[in-house]
């Protein structure tokens, strides 16, 4: 199934690609870490087969813009993907993803509940371990490089050279940047991964996860990064929620994450399928 690509420009002007496939409901997929929206492809093609299906590039995904401002990068891509969805005129939208999608359609629903009909959340991540793995990750490698290189060494980091390659407008997005300033945002938004007993989904207070009203999917975890304790908090929080055992198994993940074997763990995605479409369909 091939989908129509389209391009969004938000209130301030960054620019992101989307696409959408199907027909019906809106089931809107974002995958984790700064992946592009169409790496969860294979599971928007199974998905579609009953539904409208959204996949898009966030923010420094991919082939949108690159952008760094605001305190937390997960809020201003729930912020993103509401307005978003407000534009399609299609809500309010079923609202999906693992992973830093998982974190980014719950601070969707709750940031902006008039667009969300529900929520599909798998691979939880949250935990002590989890949290200084993933703040790790996501900056300072780029702050390292900002320190001893300026931009320019940002800019030819491998993800960043990726997005310049998807979008050649980001080379000068990026030497743009004070790479003090640049550090320092990067330092700003690893602070959301401070972990927290009161937030078991990393960056989401439990507080705020009891508030939530709409029927909710949660799928069990399946590692240290994305542990079973995560997801088992987030199904005792929400009120109401669906907590499901994982499609796959746990060596089955591992070999995937780990790169013990070829391949993804998005090419395990597909098996959340069934799961998904039988929830939406119950609840629509």
């Known amino acids: ?13 960054c620019s ?15 995958p984790g870490g700064r992946e592009a929206g169409e790496a969860v492809a294979a599971l928007a093609d199974l998905l579609a087969e009953e539904a409208c299906v959204l996949t898009w590039d966030r923010r420094n995904a991919g082939g949108s813009d690159v952008w760094f401002g605001g305190d937390v990068e997960a809020e201003v891509w729930a912020d993103d993907l ?10 309010p939208a079923w609202i999906a993803g693992g992973s830093a999608g998982c974190r980014t359609s719950a601070l969707s629903a709750l940031r902006h509940p008039e667009t969300a009909r529900g929520l599909l959340l798998w691979s939880a991540s949250g935990g002590p371990y989890s949290c200084q793995f993933l703040g790790f990750s996501y900056h300072v490698p780029y702050i390292m490089a900002a320190e001893a290189g300026g931009m320019e060494a940002v800019g030819q980091s491998p993800f960043f050279a990726d997005r310049i390659a998807a979008n050649p407008g ?6 743009a940047l004070d790479p003090t300033q640049f550090a320092e945002q990067m330092k700003r938004w690893n602070e959301a991964f401070y972990y927290s007993p009161e937030a078991s989904l990393a960056g989401v207070p439990d507080a705020d996860l009891s508030t939530i009203s709409i029927p909710t999917l949660i799928v069990a975890g399946n590692d240290d ?19 499901i055992p994982s499609p796959w198994s746990n060596e089955q993940w591992m070999d995937m994450f780990t790169g013990r074997k070829g391949g993804s763990v998005f090419d395990l995605y597909p098996l959340l399928a069934p799961a998904l479409l039988e929830f939406v369909g119950r609840h629509s």
């Open 16 to 30: 992101l690609r989307y696409w959408l496939r199907g027909q019906g409901r809106l089931i809107t997929l974002t």
């Open 225 to 243: 990064v994305h542990p079973p304790s995560v997801s088992d908090a987030i199904a005792r929080l929400v009120p109401g929620a669906t907590h």
């Open 82 to 91: 509401s307005d978003l969805i407000a534009h399609l005129g299609l809500g």
């Open 1 to 13: 199934m091939k989908p129509s690509e389209h391009h969004f420009v938000t209130r301030d002007g």
């Open 170 to 175: 980001n080379r000068e997005r990026l030497l």
